[in-house]
């Protein structure tokens, strides 16, 4: 995969937008969402979005092209909580590996779509096998009156990714992507997981993609570390980029991309919410003024991969991708390693 390196050094790459968006467009219904395989399912499963790999494949798959059509080089899986601990608010941990197995096969299979029906090339196009932060923390108790206490211990978070990270890499993506990161601790689980795969099958191991969340004004994430300390923490993994999603708008989120960039060693990453959520939980900022602010980090430097997470939509990342398709990449910058 060193050739998504090699486009990095010449351009701004875009990566795709919100899947949970797009999916509520098809006004799915409980049966919609269970199919004729878990017709007789013993519990609710509609808003197990990463189900639809198995049970929908042809909308997940549709999905993906219309980000592909907007310009998208990266294209995410549909697999933010295909681990048995997320799964587990279904009862359907067991099956974990086949939802991320069917969730890249549905991503390269929309590639494939894409370039026959589109007659381009696709040699820029990449599916990012993406990572949630689990429903559970491994550094905070869910028990105000017990702070001692964890919902599940760092193996688990170690096993669960494991198994993700298997069916993702069985299927065909070229990137692994650990994404939304609030709990830097989960994070780390989820770098060991990737190391250990690789490490244990003996493949050349994947890019790996990073990015946390800044969850408000403070600059911290959830478990409480500045963007510095998290940064830090995660650099030993040596990941092709690092960068920040959701919890805020653009207009939020530039003070800590700027930050970021003048730290990071590696590429770095921006793809927020489409504005703050209204009073509905809605999302109203329109695909211009998106566009409008990524251009402006692009044009300052701060950014090499860039699109959009909750709310929004194929013609957010249409209009980020023809506001940045001029603009140079940034430069890495040579960080200094020790005091002087």
């Known amino acids: 995969m060193s050739y998504i390196k090699d486009l990095l ?92 197995l069917a969730a890249a096969k549905c991503a390269r299979t929309a590639i494939k779509e894409f370039e026959a029906e589109s007659g381009l090339s696709v040699t820029d196009r990449f599916v990012a096998g993406s990572i949630g932060p689990l429903n559970k923390t491994l550094s905070l108790s869910p028990d105000v009156n017990n702070p001692g206490y964890r919902a599940l211990t760092f193996d688990e978070a170690v096993q669960a990714y494991y198994e993700q990270i298997t069916g993702l890499v069985d299927g065909g993506v070229d990137v692994i992507l650990i994404e939304t990161i609030f709990d830097t601790l989960n994070a780390k689980a989820a770098v060991f997981a990737f190391k250990k795969y690789f490490r244990d099958t003996k493949k050349v191991e994947l890019p790996l993609m990073i990015s946390g969340t800044i969850t408000d004004a403070s600059g911290r994430t959830l478990s409480g570390q500045t963007l510095e300390a998290f940064y830090t923490s995660l650099t030993h993994a040596n990941p092709l980029s690092i960068g920040l999603n959701c919890a805020l708008g653009a207009a939020e989120m530039r003070p800590h991309i700027e930050e970021l960039s003048q730290i990071a060693s590696c590429y770095t990453s921006a793809y927020p919410n489409a504005g703050l959520p209204n009073a509905m939980g809605e999302y109203d900022e329109q695909p211009h003024q998106t566009a409008h602010f990524i251009e402006e980090w692009a044009k300052q430097g701060f950014v090499n991969i860039v699109g959009g997470c909750c709310g929004t939509t194929p013609e957010h990342i249409q209009h980020i991708a023809e506001h940045v398709k001029n603009i140079n990449p940034r430069v890495l910058p040579v960080i200094e390693t020790e005091l002087v």
């Open 9 to 100: 050094k010449e351009k701004i790459l875009i990566i795709d937008g919100a899947m949970g968006t797009m999916i509520q467009r098809y006004q799915l219904t409980e049966a919609d969402y269970r199919g004729e395989r878990f017709k007789h399912w013993h519990s609710d499963v509609k808003g197990n979005n990463d189900l639809l790999n198995i049970t929908q494949p042809r909308i997940i798959i549709d999905i993906h092209k219309q980000y592909l059509a907007a310009g998208a080089n990266i294209i995410e899986t549909n697999t933010f909580s295909s681990q048995y601990i997320s799964m587990a608010d279904y009862q359907m941990e067991e099956l974990s590996y086949e939802l991320n």
